[in-house]
């Protein structure tokens, strides 16, 4: 119940494409959606989070949807560059839980020139 | 770049050693979380200190313990290393007790490699 799964494991888009990284989870006690950019030898980077009273937020080129009665959300990465290649975690946080932050198992993002 | 450092940046232990990994939180930051990400995974909540006290434990053995100073710097130690304890070590600081999903910033980590 504490887990968050994410989906695809790997996805490959062209330059200027759509990426769009799903995630569910069970745990209806989550209040926090954030996603982090991770590149290789770096730590995880906010990227952008919504909270569950808000259906979509959008940052940029990055939107979030978010279905609470499906319990999923989604990470849209609009007209994708090469330099967004990086893994992508989806996470969500527990108020009051002992777990905190509980994080998907990653999307590695290629975006081809 | 977070204000997150941590130190060091790779580590080879071998197998029983006793590591400690330090970490120095962004300025402002009271609370200091610590996570373990293995190869090809997400990162695992280790535990969390707030003032000074652990606040929230993930499902990691006694092995694991912290510390957090009087600056809101830490400490994480492994005791008795198991191979499976090769991962990425994560710390991550936030302004306040996650009470209100506040922003986590994490630092570049810290390898560790178990012969």
């Known amino acids: 119940q504490q887990q968050v799964k994410q989906s695809p494991q790997s996805l490959i888009v062209q330059k200027g494409g759509i990426s769009i990284i799903n995630c569910a989870y069970e745990?209806?006690?989550?209040?926090?959606f954030p996603w982090y950019q991770q590149f290789p030898g770096k730590g995880p980077a906010l990227l952008i989070a919504?909270?569950?009273?808000?259906s979509e937020k959008k940052e940029g080129r990055f939107t979030i949807s978010f279905n609470k009665s499906a319990k999923q959300f989604s990470l849209h990465i609009m007209d994708s560059q090469p330099g967004d290649s990086a893994t992508y975690f989806c996470?969500?946080?527990?108020?009051?839980?002992?777990?905190?932050?509980?994080f998907g198992k990653g999307t590695k993002l290629t975006v081809n020139p | 770049e977070t204000g997150v450092t941590q130190s060091p940046t790779h580590l080879i232990k071998t197998r029983g050693q006793q590591v400690t990994l330090r970490c120095s939180s962004q300025?402002?930051?009271?609370?200091v979380s610590w996570y373990q990400q293995a190869l090809g995974q997400g990162p695992q909540f280790i535990f969390q200190y707030y003032r000074e006290e652990e606040n929230g434990r993930g499902n990691f053995p006694p092995r694991f313990s912290g510390l957090q100073f009087p600056n809101y710097s830490s400490e994480l130690n492994v005791n008795a290393l198991e191979l499976d304890d090769s991962a990425l070590y994560l710390c991550?600081?936030?302004?306040?007790?996650?009470?209100?999903?506040?922003?986590?910033?994490f630092g570049p980590g810290t390898r560790l490699l178990v012969l």
């Open positions: 300025s402002g930051h009271n609370t």
């Open positions: 745990n209806t006690a989550f209040d926090y």
């Open positions: 919504i909270r569950p009273d808000v």
């Open positions: 996470a969500a946080f527990l108020q009051g839980g002992s777990e905190k932050l509980v």
């Open positions: 991550a600081s936030s302004r306040e007790r996650q009470g209100s999903g506040e922003t986590q910033y």
